[in-house]
Protein backbone atom coordinates (compact mmCIF):
# COMPACT_ATOMS: atom_id res chain seq x y z
CA UNK A 1 0.00 0.00 0.00
CA UNK A 2 1.36 3.68 -1.07
CA UNK A 3 1.64 6.05 1.88
CA UNK A 4 2.17 9.91 1.31
CA UNK A 5 3.49 12.23 3.60
CA UNK A 6 3.12 16.12 3.76
CA UNK A 7 3.02 18.92 6.18
CA UNK A 8 2.11 22.59 6.67
CA UNK A 9 3.51 25.68 5.42
CA UNK A 10 6.35 25.93 8.91
CA UNK A 11 5.95 22.22 9.27
CA UNK A 12 4.32 21.90 13.01
CA UNK A 13 2.03 19.43 11.90
CA UNK A 14 2.41 16.55 9.58
CA UNK A 15 -0.18 14.41 7.60
CA UNK A 16 -0.14 10.66 6.35
CA UNK A 17 -2.21 9.36 3.63
CA UNK A 18 -2.09 5.66 2.63
CA UNK A 19 -3.88 3.84 -0.66
CA UNK A 20 -4.80 6.00 -3.02
CA UNK A 21 -6.64 8.55 -3.61
CA UNK A 22 -10.35 8.31 -4.89
CA UNK A 23 -10.08 11.04 -7.64
CA UNK A 24 -7.87 14.19 -8.01
CA UNK A 25 -8.84 17.27 -10.10
CA UNK A 26 -9.43 21.33 -9.76
CA UNK A 27 -11.84 22.62 -8.68
CA UNK A 28 -12.66 26.63 -9.86
CA UNK A 29 -15.77 27.37 -7.10
CA UNK A 30 -15.55 30.72 -5.31
CA UNK A 31 -14.64 29.14 -2.35
CA UNK A 32 -12.02 27.14 -3.14
CA UNK A 33 -10.81 30.31 -4.51
CA UNK A 34 -10.56 32.46 -1.59
CA UNK A 35 -9.40 29.56 0.53
CA UNK A 36 -6.60 28.92 -1.76
CA UNK A 37 -5.77 32.45 -2.74
CA UNK A 38 -5.48 30.86 -5.82
CA UNK A 39 -7.13 31.10 -9.51
CA UNK A 40 -8.29 27.13 -9.12
CA UNK A 41 -7.14 24.81 -6.04
CA UNK A 42 -5.89 21.38 -7.38
CA UNK A 43 -7.68 18.84 -5.27
CA UNK A 44 -6.76 14.51 -4.19
CA UNK A 45 -9.60 12.96 -2.40
CA UNK A 46 -9.50 10.53 0.29
CA UNK A 47 -11.38 8.03 1.98
CA UNK A 48 -11.38 9.40 5.48
CA UNK A 49 -9.97 6.72 7.39
CA UNK A 50 -6.89 7.05 4.72
CA UNK A 51 -5.41 10.48 6.44
CA UNK A 52 -3.94 10.98 9.34
CA UNK A 53 -2.45 13.77 11.32
CA UNK A 54 0.95 12.29 12.78
CA UNK A 55 2.36 14.91 14.56
CA UNK A 56 0.77 18.25 15.72
CA UNK A 57 -3.03 17.62 16.20
CA UNK A 58 -2.95 20.94 19.02
CA UNK A 59 -2.04 23.48 16.17
CA UNK A 60 -4.49 22.01 13.90
CA UNK A 61 -7.40 24.70 13.49
CA UNK A 62 -10.75 24.77 12.17
CA UNK A 63 -13.35 26.76 9.86
CA UNK A 64 -16.83 25.72 8.70
CA UNK A 65 -18.38 28.26 6.07
CA UNK A 66 -20.51 25.77 5.11
CA UNK A 67 -21.68 22.32 6.45
CA UNK A 68 -20.31 20.49 3.31
CA UNK A 69 -16.69 21.45 3.95
CA UNK A 70 -14.13 21.41 7.63
CA UNK A 71 -11.61 23.62 6.39
CA UNK A 72 -8.63 22.31 8.07
CA UNK A 73 -5.87 24.40 9.06
CA UNK A 74 -2.50 24.88 11.22
CA UNK A 75 -2.64 27.56 13.90
CA UNK A 76 0.64 28.56 13.74
CA UNK A 77 1.81 29.20 10.66
CA UNK A 78 -1.82 29.76 8.65
CA UNK A 79 -1.11 26.60 6.16
CA UNK A 80 -4.31 24.95 4.74
CA UNK A 81 -3.78 21.16 4.96
CA UNK A 82 -7.10 19.72 4.14
CA UNK A 83 -11.06 20.23 3.93
CA UNK A 84 -13.14 17.24 5.64
CA UNK A 85 -16.25 17.26 3.33
CA UNK A 86 -18.73 15.05 5.08
CA UNK A 87 -21.55 15.17 2.86
CA UNK A 88 -20.05 13.23 0.26
CA UNK A 89 -17.63 11.01 2.81
CA UNK A 90 -14.08 12.36 1.34
CA UNK A 91 -11.28 14.55 2.78
CA UNK A 92 -9.70 16.62 -0.08
CA UNK A 93 -5.84 16.63 1.26
CA UNK A 94 -4.08 19.72 -1.11
CA UNK A 95 -2.06 18.41 -3.98
CA UNK A 96 0.72 20.60 -2.56
CA UNK A 97 0.41 19.46 0.87
CA UNK A 98 1.73 15.76 -0.22
CA UNK A 99 4.59 16.61 -2.61
CA UNK A 100 5.34 12.94 -3.22
CA UNK A 101 1.90 12.63 -4.63
CA UNK A 102 2.42 11.97 -8.69
CA UNK A 103 -0.65 14.45 -9.32
CA UNK A 104 -2.68 12.94 -11.97
CA UNK A 105 -5.86 15.40 -12.35
CA UNK A 106 -8.93 13.73 -14.03
CA UNK A 107 -11.72 16.63 -14.11
CA UNK A 108 -12.86 20.05 -13.52
CA UNK A 109 -15.25 20.54 -11.01
CA UNK A 110 -17.31 24.02 -10.58
CA UNK A 111 -15.95 25.05 -13.86
CA UNK A 112 -18.83 27.59 -14.62
CA UNK A 113 -17.13 29.63 -11.43
CA UNK A 114 -13.62 29.64 -13.83
CA UNK A 115 -11.44 33.01 -13.84
CA UNK A 116 -8.62 30.85 -15.33
CA UNK A 117 -9.52 29.25 -18.28
CA UNK A 118 -7.60 25.94 -18.82
CA UNK A 119 -6.70 23.96 -21.67
CA UNK A 120 -6.07 20.10 -20.85
CA UNK A 121 -8.66 18.24 -22.45
CA UNK A 122 -9.76 16.76 -19.22
CA UNK A 123 -13.77 16.81 -18.84
CA UNK A 124 -15.02 20.05 -17.28
CA UNK A 125 -18.31 19.75 -15.21
CA UNK A 126 -20.25 22.84 -14.94
CA UNK A 127 -20.73 22.31 -11.27
CA UNK A 128 -20.06 18.07 -9.90
CA UNK A 129 -20.62 14.89 -11.42
CA UNK A 130 -23.86 13.37 -11.47
CA UNK A 131 -22.11 10.88 -8.30
CA UNK A 132 -21.38 13.80 -6.15
CA UNK A 133 -24.94 15.22 -6.30
CA UNK A 134 -24.40 17.70 -8.83
CA UNK A 135 -25.50 18.12 -11.90
CA UNK A 136 -23.22 16.18 -14.60
CA UNK A 137 -23.51 18.99 -17.06
CA UNK A 138 -20.26 18.74 -18.83
CA UNK A 139 -18.96 22.34 -20.21
CA UNK A 140 -16.58 22.53 -23.44
CA UNK A 141 -13.18 23.99 -22.97
Do not use: Q
Not at 126 to 135: L, V, Y
Amino acid sequence: MSVYTGNCFCGSVEIEVSGEPEAMGYCHCESCRKWSAGPVNAFSLWKPESVKVTKGSEKIGHFMKTETSNRIFCTECGGHIMTEHPTWGVTDVYAATIPSLVFKPGLHVNYEDTVLPMHDGLTKFKDMPAEAGGSGVELPE
